[in-house]
């Protein structure tokens, strides 16, 4: 079964520290990888996403990411955390396909607590 | 360009009722995909229409539905509510969707309580 993994339900870090938030997945193919992030009684904001070429993805807001196929994984990273970040991360894959049309798998979320 | 828009909100409902949730996808948009978002399951793909079409469907009862007009706003209806279908329903729109690297962009949700 094609499956994504965020293996931390909650990260805290202080105000100005790096921020990992932590994403694996296994899914047949080579996948297309998101991540985005939801602020309380909000809907889903994209952040970025990996397609091809550089593993080093940059987004929004000081995010960026990185894909280690090798590992199957795609961590979010940010060099300074604000308590702005603080919000619900999650991964996300699309698998190439006709039968994925319009799909994404998400992992179940981490929370990211980022104390002043 | 204005995002994307769902109506209403919020919702109440009482079981056995049934109810209808509306998607306005970004302007020039054609793919609408639904989830449903639980504490307890995450985030999971109801369906994703395109043209008027549902082209993919996820494991949910029949009792979850959905369609697609020509100007590509979507809704969907869920009959027979249950007490376990108390969820966020959030919707998300994409130009075409053709390609899996294709960018969803999210609704604000409605809010979806049973009783």
């Known amino acids: 079964a094609q499956s994504v993994a965020q293996p931390e339900d909650q990260v805290n870090v202080a105000e100005g520290n790096p921020l990992t938030v932590k994403c694996t997945y296994s899914?047949?193919?080579?996948?297309?990888l998101f991540w985005y992030v939801q602020y309380p009684n909000r809907g889903l904001q994209f952040l970025l996403k990996?397609?091809?070429?550089?593993?080093l993805v940059k987004g929004s807001y000081g995010f960026e990411a990185e894909f280690n196929k090798s590992q199957t994984s795609f961590h979010l990273k940010k060099p300074s955390a604000l308590v702005s970040d603080s919000a619900l991360y999650f991964c996300?894959?699309?698998?190439?396909?006709?039968?994925?049309?319009?799909?994404?798998?998400f992992g179940q979320g981490t929370t990211l607590q980022v104390k002043p | 360009k204005a995002g994307v828009t769902q109506t209403p909100r919020y919702l109440i409902k009482t079981r056995g009722q049934q109810v209808t949730l509306s998607c306005s996808p970004i302007?020039?948009?054609?793919?609408v995909s639904w989830y449903q978002q639980t504490p307890g399951q995450g985030l999971q793909f109801l369906f994703e229409?395109?043209?008027?079409?549902?082209?993919n469907k996820g494991n949910f009862p029949g009792r979850f539905s959905g369609r697609q007009f020509s100007n590509s706003r979507s809704e969907m209806n869920v009959s027979t509510l249950e007490l376990g279908d108390s969820a966020l329903y959030l919707c998300?729109?994409?130009?075409?969707?053709?390609?899996?690297?294709?960018?969803?962009?999210f609704g604000p949700g409605t809010r979806l309580t049973v009783l």
């Open positions: 998300a729109s994409t130009s075409f969707g053709l390609a899996a690297s294709d960018t969803q962009y």
């Open positions: 899914v047949s193919g080579n996948p297309y």
């Open positions: 990996y397609i091809t070429g550089d593993n």
């Open positions: 996300a894959v699309r698998v190439p396909g006709s039968s994925n049309t319009g799909k994404l798998i």
């Open positions: 302007s020039g948009h054609r793919s």
């Open positions: 229409y395109f043209s008027e079409t549902q082209r």
